[in-house]
């Protein structure tokens, strides 16, 4: 596959996230009302949703909305309050070694992802991350030194809370440890389950397993796949193999300590790189981070793509993502 992938630098919300909104929006709109406008929450809800449990960014979700045209319609997705449920698959772990970092390989549709690295500087805080619902995130780093990754947690249930980018927006926006972190996640709703690893420039981590009808577990874990403590939706893991990348990744942080370069080229190979592109789950992106020295990158089979916390010029790549067969393990 032949993928076009944009990075955006824009310090405040302004013309180029407008137009950001308005390309991707009809896609966006026909997914929000799949399930028919009655399944969706009023504006008055959504809006009122992240006044209680997420006041620190109301004031950006209005600016947003204003950009966005100011229509009810984007107003109630934009807050994405109780969205449409949605499944991916994903693996991220932290490397043993001395200097902090995280990788993760995000596995999901290649038609339905924005393919767009967001840099921002929203309520004076420089955020850089793989974009999802045009200002949520599935993974990225605050000027803080913090990083925040998320997976999904491998269950159906469905409930009353937030979908998950936002809830990572939120996080990086106004926190700066990964205690302060932990202890957001544990009180944000979110509507479906999802691990969510954080760790920061001191390499402190905690991993959030997040359910909407059961309180947040923190946990020390350093790898995270698509179930919790235990398979609770057995064909989603048959499909995944999420228990056996779990135990590949927790087999590759025990005994000695591998170098960096080899523990990322794991995520680039067979278990951990996923071709099931047909089913939804196929790889598209493995992401590095590395929160002391202020670095993310986005790598492939056949690239790397290093990027700027700070920002930059934007940039446009066209990016082969080959399938890989080669299962031999590094």
């Not at 979700?61 to 966005?68: F, G, I, V």
């Not at 045009?134 to 780093?141: A, E, I």
Request: hydrophobic content about 40%.
């Amino acid at each position: 596959m032949d993928l076009a992938w944009r990075s955006i630098s824009e310090a405040e919300p302004g013309p180029k996230w407008a137009g950001l909104f308005a390309g991707l929006w009809p896609a966006y709109q026909t997914w929000w009302l799949r399930e028919g406008l009655a399944a969706r929450p009023t504006y008055w809800q959504s809006r009122q949703a992240i006044k209680v449990h997420m006041p620190e960014i109301l004031t950006l979700y209005d600016q947003l909305c204003e950009l966005a045209g100011g229509s009810d319609m984007a107003a109630r997705f934009l807050s994405f309050y109780r969205p449409p449920p949605y499944l991916f698959g994903c693996s991220q772990a932290i490397w043993p070694g001395k200097e902090p970092v995280l990788v993760r390989n995000y596995d999901y549709d290649p038609q339905s992802f924005d393919r767009i690295v967001l840099q921002t500087r929203w309520q004076g805080r420089n955020v850089i991350g793989t974009s999802d619902g045009l200002w949520g995130l599935v993974d990225g780093m605050n000027d803080a030194g913090l990083v925040l990754s998320l997976t999904f947690g491998g269950r159906r249930i469905v409930g009353d809370g937030f979908g998950v980018p936002l809830i990572l927006r939120y996080v990086l926006q106004t926190c700066e440890t990964a205690q302060e972190a932990g202890a957001a996640l544990a009180r944000l709703p979110t509507h479906m389950s999802y691990n969510v690893t954080a760790l920061d420039a001191a390499r402190r981590y905690v991993t959030a397993f997040l359910a909407p009808d059961r309180p947040a577990i923190l946990t020390h874990a350093a790898v995270a796949t698509n179930h919790q403590e235990k398979v609770e939706w057995d064909a989603h893991a048959r499909m995944t193999a999420t228990v056996e990348r779990e135990r590949y990744l927790l087999r590759r942080l025990t005994g000695h300590v591998e170098p960096e370069e080899k523990f990322i080229k794991a995520f680039l190979k067979p278990p951990l790189y996923s071709i099931a592109f047909e089913r939804g789950f196929g790889t598209l992106y493995t992401a590095v981070y590395r929160p002391r020295l202020g670095q993310m990158e986005l790598r492939w089979p056949r690239g790397t793509w290093p990027l700027n916390l700070y920002g930059g010029p934007d940039e446009l790549r066209h990016i082969y993502t080959p399938e890989v067969t080669d299962t031999r393990s590094s």
